[in-house]
């Protein structure tokens, strides 16, 4: 918008400028003409007076000496015609049958004063033609015509041009410099303003607010409409995180006293039928419980308002897969790790601890037991082709790369942790609708969780400015990516 505004001006301003440099070419142009064509007048009055005496009396050898060394001094050819239009002197070869010559030799011998030229552009590569009535006592006995070339009156009207053009570029480049620029950041400061809180608002920062008291009154009244929708949204998001965490945790203690009044009807009960139901009834209230405590972690995490640091994603990984690395070798599923050292990204505090537990409980859960597979690797943004590849090289699966969003902050790579396992993997179908809350495959029904997990990862990872992707891996199996900024440089800002 920015850029478009300044065209409108630019196009503006240079307008103006040629609509006031055009009159002032021109006048320049007629004011070189007319300069010209006067000392020409001047010359030719004094070839008139020498031409009449030689008219008279019949000789011409001084006028044809004077007609020879004005030639050669200014470069114009000179001729003395008669009443009759006869050629008497000529300084070179004259053709006065030419339509400008003709037309000019016609006004002198009416005793018509000679018109000035008009104006002579650069391209205009026309001669000056002057013809003078030769008068004696009333009685017109002959014309001299002058024609002269015009390179010096068009070069000076060029030097003119030139300086003009040089002058309106100068001041164009400072008109848009010194007012134009300032003008339309000052004008754009409140749109921008907006645009900055609106993506913000999109990332889920409710508490972004903007100025009321800048810009013009439409955009004061559009920024106050923003802050009534933001105080809005939050309020809204509030009661809703609000009535979440009191309901999870309201419903905490009468589950707990349900469960507690259910194992404690066993000794009541002899059937070992109704023995069966009651031990079902148990496990659904554990899973009961689960699901309240999934719910309460992710009221807080909706509410958390912590902001996003650098984070050793080296040590990160390192350290969570030591600590899954029992539980997959009791599950004989084999776990390979390819961690580069050095690695850092932005991140929520502790998110991808978070992360990282989840996609391997999830990997060991639902994997069936094959080989598990964690990977760190860097990808270049701003080229999709190189973080398409990037994506192929380091894992094989397609589609990770291809799905990502540019990075936020103006980051110039992202670091993407990969948990990829061979097990059975997702449908197309399933990965559609994969991390959605309380979403579980209908061939998982039967395995522990509560569907929470994938959900609360992925609303971390994006609070932090990341993503997590799904996508199938090859030749089969489930390859589970959380994709972060990289962490800027020492003294870099974050």
């Given amino acids: 918008m920015r850029r478009?505004?300044?065209?409108?001006?630019?196009?503006?301003?240079?307008g103006l400028i040629v609509a006031l440099s055009l009159p002032l070419v021109r006048a320049t142009a007629e004011r070189t003409v007319q300069s010209s064509f006067i000392a020409r007048g001047e010359d030719g009055a004094w070839f008139a007076d020498m031409a009449a005496t030689a008219l008279e009396?019949?000789?011409?050898?001084?006028?044809?000496?004077?007609?020879?060394?004005?030639?050669?001094?200014?470069?114009?050819?000179?001729?003395?015609?008669?009443?009759?239009?006869?050629?008497?002197?000529?300084?070179?070869?004259?053709?006065l049958e030419e339509p400008q010559v003709r037309s000019a030799l016609l006004l002198a011998l009416a005793d018509r004063p000679p018109e000035q030229p008009g104006v002579r552009w650069p391209w205009d590569d026309r001669p000056f033609v002057l013809a003078e009535p030769v008068r004696r006592d009333g009685r017109v006995l002959g014309a001299v015509l002058i024609v002269s070339p015009t390179d010096r009156a068009r070069s000076e009207v060029v030097d003119h041009l030139t300086l003009v053009v040089l002058g309106s570029l100068a001041a164009l480049v400072l008109v848009v410099i010194a007012v134009a620029a300032p003008v339309v950041r000052w004008v754009l400061r409140p749109v921008h303003d907006l645009d900055r809180a609106t993506h913000e608002v999109a990332l889920g920062r409710l508490k972004t607010r903007v100025s009321e008291r800048v810009g013009a009154p439409e955009l004061r009244r559009l920024a106050n409409s923003f802050n009534v929708m933001a105080d809005s949204m939050h309020a809204s998001q509030e009661q809703q995180r609000a009535f979440v965490a009191q309901a999870s945790h309201q419903l905490r203690n009468p589950l707990t006293a349900l469960r507690l009044r259910v194992e404690n009807l066993e000794e009541f009960v002899n059937d070992p039928r109704g023995l069966n139901e009651l031990r079902f009834a148990?496990?659904?209230?554990?899973?009961?419980?689960?699901?309240?405590?999934?719910?309460?972690?992710?009221?807080?995490?909706e509410a958390s308002e912590a902001e996003r640091g650098p984070v050793?994603?080296?040590?990160?990984?390192?350290?969570?897969?030591?600590?899954?690395?029992t539980a997959f070798t009791s599950a004989g599923a084999p776990l390979t790790t390819r961690i580069p050292d050095g690695v850092s990204a932005l991140s929520l505090p502790d998110c991808l601890d978070h992360a990282l537990?989840?996609?391997?409980?999830?990997?060991?859960?639902?994997?069936?037991?094959?080989?598990?597979?964690?990977?760190?690797?860097?990808?270049?943004?701003?080229?999709?082709?190189?973080?398409?590849?990037?994506?192929?090289?380091?894992?094989?699966?397609?589609?990770?790369?291809?799905?990502?969003?540019?990075?936020?902050?103006?980051?110039?790579?992202?670091?993407?942790?990969?948990?990829?396992?061979?097990?059975?993997?997702?449908?197309?179908?399933?990965?559609?609708?994969?991390?959605?809350?309380?979403?579980?495959?209908?061939?998982?029904?039967?395995?522990?969780?509560?569907?929470?997990?994938?959900?609360?990862?992925?609303?971390?990872?994006?609070?932090?400015?990341?993503?997590l992707l799904l996508a199938a891996a090859q030749p089969h199996g489930l390859s589970a990516t959380v994709r972060l900024p990289a962490a800027p440089a020492t003294g870099d800002p974050v």
């Fill in 4 to 14: 478009r505004l300044l065209v409108i001006v630019f196009t503006l301003v240079a």
């Fill in 57 to 95: 009396s019949g000789r011409t050898g001084r006028l044809e000496a004077a007609a020879d060394r004005y030639a050669s001094l200014y470069d114009s050819r000179v001729a003395v015609v008669d009443a009759d239009s006869e050629t008497v002197v000529a300084s070179g070869p004259f053709d």
């Fill in 282 to 301: 148990v496990e659904e209230s554990d899973r009961f419980g689960e699901m309240l405590d999934g719910l309460l972690r992710l009221a807080r995490a």
């Fill in 312 to 325: 050793d994603v080296t040590a990160v990984v390192t350290h969570r897969v030591d600590a899954w690395r």
């Fill in 357 to 467: 537990d989840t996609l391997l409980d999830n990997a060991l859960k639902f994997g069936g037991g094959a080989p598990v597979d964690v990977s760190i690797h860097r990808v270049p943004v701003g080229d999709g082709a190189d973080a398409g590849q990037g994506a192929v090289d380091d894992g094989g699966e397609a589609g990770i790369a291809g799905r990502a969003a540019d990075p936020p902050g103006g980051a110039v790579e992202m670091v993407e942790v990969t948990v990829r396992d061979a097990g059975p993997g997702l449908t197309e179908e399933e990965l559609s609708q994969a991390g959605g809350r309380f979403w579980r495959s209908a061939r998982h029904q039967n395995v522990h969780g509560t569907g929470l997990g994938l959900a609360l990862t992925r609303m971390l990872v994006e609070a932090g400015g990341g993503e």
